[in-house]
């Protein structure tokens, strides 16, 4: 069975990614685990320190960017970073499984161009951002102004989908899932 190798999943937000990552990492084939990013932003309910992310105060943050403990990091808000932890990718690789990233589109294409063939980066993308628009506005958490500006950040990062190894459209669901899985499954296979 391989291991040590990365894949990067990277999409703009409403288009399923998180739904994605938490069916395929179930496939025992896949031999998968999340790598678990440092972050300065609060935790949501149910959120935990070590399962969802690392939450660190911006000043350990910091340490961590002083002490090249990161393998990248993005502001991905006004004032919330998040970041690779060099520890976890070496953790998960050590213990004979293969990474999972879910990441910005910046840290996706970064990490790319780190680890080279060791990694596959892959992104998600909607049907068109019309269908994105209305998948957010059912969603109902977003006011006229926060879905303009998601709309607008999403039409941005996919200018960027160009540059990933695969792009998976998430028209159905449970489609996107399965041409998800085929892809992973050939690339640790190899
Ligand atoms: P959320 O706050 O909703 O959990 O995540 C917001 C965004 O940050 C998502 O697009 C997620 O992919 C991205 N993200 C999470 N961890 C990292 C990381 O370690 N590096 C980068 N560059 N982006 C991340």
Do not use: W
């Not at 991905?76 to 970041?83: A, L, W």
């Not at 909607?126 to 977003?142: F, I, K, Y």
């Amino acid at each position: 069975m391989s291991k040590g190798k990365l894949i990067i999943l990277s999409a703009p937000s409403g288009c399923g990614k998180s739904t994605i990552i938490g069916e395929i990492i179930k496939n025992p084939s896949l031999n998968l685990a999340f790598s678990i990013s440092a972050t300065t932003r609060l935790p949501r309910e149910g959120e935990k320190h070590g399962v969802n992310y690392y939450f660190l105060s911006v000043d350990e943050f910091q340490e961590a960017i002083n002490n090249n403990e990161l393998v990248e990091y993005e502001e991905v808000y006004p004032g919330r970073y998040y970041g690779t932890l060099k520890k976890e990718i070496e953790r998960i690789c050590d213990s004979g499984k293969n990474v999972i990233l879910d990441i910005d589109v910046k840290g996706g294409i970064n990490v790319k161009s780190q680890y080279g063939d060791k990694a596959l980066s892959i992104f998600i993308k909607p049907p068109c951002v019309e269908v994105l628009r209305e998948r957010l506005l059912n969603r109902g958490t977003e006011t006229a102004e926060s879905l303009a500006e998601r709309v607008g950040k999403a039409e941005y990062e996919i200018s960027f989908s160009k540059e990933f190894d695969c792009i998976v459209i998430n028209d159905k669901l449970s489609e996107a899932i399965a041409e998800t899985e085929t892809i992973i499954s050939e690339f640790v296979n190899k």
